[in-house]
Every structure is written in C-alpha cells, then in structure tokens.
C-alpha cells in the first residue's frame, strides 16, 4: 500500500510540474493575469527563498532539508502509514509538494510561484499549497488520531515515577 502513496506523491509532484511548465511557458511575459475577479490572479515569481520568500539565497540548505524531510516522510510512510489514511494522505501531499519544489530549486535556482488569492497576498504554487494542507491533516492526525501526545505524557509520568 505505501508503494500507491508513493505514487499519488510523485503524482503531485508531476501534476505540479506540469502546470509550473505551463507557467514558465505562457505566464512569465503576460505580467499579472485575473483568472477569478476579486479571487484569484496569476502572476510570475521567482521564490529564492522558502514560504514568503523569505531567507533568500540559501538554495544549497533548502535543497539539503527539504531532501531529508521527503525521505523521513517517505520512511514514515513505509514503517506505519498504512495503518492510519489520514496520516498517508498528509504524507502524500508533503512528500509531493516538497518534490515539486525541490525539482525546482535543483533545476531552475528557485521555486516558480504563481498563485495569489485576494485575501492571502503571498504569491505561491500548487506545491506550497499541499504542503500547506498536508500540515494541516498531519496536525489534526496527531492531535486527534495518533497516540503522539499520549505517549509524552507515559514516558513523563514513567520518570517521574522512577
């Protein structure tokens, strides 16, 4: 089953590096296009840096963490993440995003951002948005699904005892 996850990841990965063809392709010369008024717009970025753009110019560090996040997730995956779907689904849209966007780094020295929402300023792309929701399910699994806050607690009580 994790060998499915895996696949829908690099899915993302190819679905996200399909569109930022596209967008180097058409977008780079049109300046800001409105593909949804008051909602959403389209518009060329060069991201160097990580979420906001910030710490720029460190592509050789983002390349390296972003490299073992997509390898501790893609191990999580394999050890446990059949047994929770919601777990895998986070781990799915990490482990895409992050290979979206590490393709980038390594390819073109910098993240192609195209996505601006009326009511979210940063510019970003399909990639930082699945990041973005896989945190979020990841969250909601550890908080409400997993015994990873329970266990704290054990391994405290159990020193404390001793």
């Known amino acids: 089953m994790a060998f499915l996850y895996l696949a829908l990841a690099l899915l993302v990965a190819v679905v996200d590096q399909v569109i930022k063809y596209f967008v180097l392709e058409y977008l780079v010369n049109a300046g800001r296009v409105t593909a ?39 191990i999580m995956l394999f050890k446990s993440g059949y047994k929770s779907k919601l777990f895998s689904v986070s781990a799915v849209l990490i482990i895409g995003g992050g290979i979206g966007n590490l393709i980038d780094r390594i390819i073109h020295g910098f993240v192609v951002d195209y996505l601006q929402l009326s009511f979210f300023s940063p510019v970003c792309n399909f990639a930082d948005y699945c990041i973005t929701v896989g945190t979020v399910l990841l969250v909601v699994y550890l908080i409400f699904y997993s015994d990873f806050l329970s266990d704290d607690k054990k391994v405290s009580e159990k020193a404390e005892n001793e």
């Open 36 to 74: 949804i008024p008051r909602i959403l717009d389209l518009i060329y970025v060069e991201n160097t840096g990580v979420a906001f753009g910030m710490f720029s110019d460190l592509r050789w560090l983002f390349v390296i963490i972003t490299g073992i996040v997509i390898v501790a997730f893609t």
